[in-house]
């Protein structure tokens, strides 16, 4: 007997996919440690605690049983939304599933690598080239050059001057400046300029797609711009209290 199911009355279907998702190595299972530094992050950069969903990962931790609860309760109060926990022994996973978190067998061995610092990935027949900044004019000393692409999950910053990247930036990837970012590249990540408050900061890129745009803590989404300027060289800075965003000739 067969059984012809209307494919129009089908209220889901499963489809594998990957998407971007930032990666919270936890090298600490004091939840009032991980409270203090997420209080100084936040203070960094506002625009990236809005409600970002985090894997925690604990494969740094040598503890079979961790706070869980209470480090996930932590996040949430920094508008950071734990959706899985990656590693860990057994009552960690089972801590996990009872917390209604998904849970993720650890890397193998030296394959994780944190957001902090990652390494720039070297495309073929490209460079990098990092150090103070001697070009384009007008970029203020103390910033920082990154030549080739931005992969997702790694973020580059530029704690004391602006940030260049000579090439694309990916999604699921972050790149923050105390002042200027200007990305001569596709900008399809997130870019937060004047992390420190700077309200003459700016976002220059040849080619607009971000996820999150931010300057000196004002951020507007990818849906909230105007999609004629979808794809185009534009300069993002504050008009008051509101970002506006202008096409580049």
């Known amino acids: 007997m067969s059984l012809n199911v209307d494919r129009d009355s089908l209220a889901f279907t499963f489809k594998g996919g990957m998407l971007p998702m930032t990666v919270m190595e936890l090298a600490?299972?004091?939840?009032?440690?991980?409270?203090?530094q997420l209080a100084g992050k936040l203070s960094q950069s506002p625009a990236f605690f809005q409600h970002t969903p985090v894997v925690l990962s604990v494969e740094k931790l040598d503890e079979p049983h961790l706070a869980l609860e209470r480090i996930c309760a932590v996040c949430r109060a920094h508008k950071?939304?734990?959706?899985?926990?990656?590693?860990?022994?057994?009552?960690?996973?089972?801590?996990a599933w009872a917390l209604g978190l998904g849970w993720f067998p650890p890397l193998d061995a030296g394959r994780p690598r944190s957001l902090e610092s990652v390494a720039p990935v070297v495309e073929p027949d490209a460079s990098i080239e990092e150090g103070p900044l001697a070009s384009p004019p007008g970029v203020g000393s103390g910033g920082r050059i990154f030549r080739g692409t931005v992969r997702s999950g790694q973020q580059v910053t530029a704690p004391e001057g602006d940030l260049v990247v000579v090439g694309a930036v990916n999604a699921g990837a972050e790149v923050l400046a105390a002042g200027s970012v200007h990305v001569?590249?596709?900008?399809?990540?997130?870019?937060?300029?004047?992390?420190?408050?700077?309200?003459?900061?700016s976002i220059f890129c040849r080619e607009l797609h971000a996820e999150l745009l931010s300057v000196a803590g004002n951020y507007k989404r990818l849906e909230d711009v105007d999609p004629c300027l979808l794809g185009s060289a534009v300069q993002v800075r504050l008009d008051g209290d509101q970002l506006g965003i202008t096409a580049l000739s």
């Not at 600490?28 to 203090?36: H, K």
């Not at 001569?184 to 900061?201: E, N």
């Open 184 to 201: 001569y590249g596709a900008l399809r990540g997130r870019a937060l300029a004047g992390i420190h408050g700077d309200p003459l900061a």
């Open 28 to 36: 600490s299972a004091d939840p009032e440690q991980i409270r203090d």
């Open 80 to 95: 950071l939304l734990p959706v899985a926990v990656r590693g860990g022994a057994d009552p960690v996973k089972q801590s």
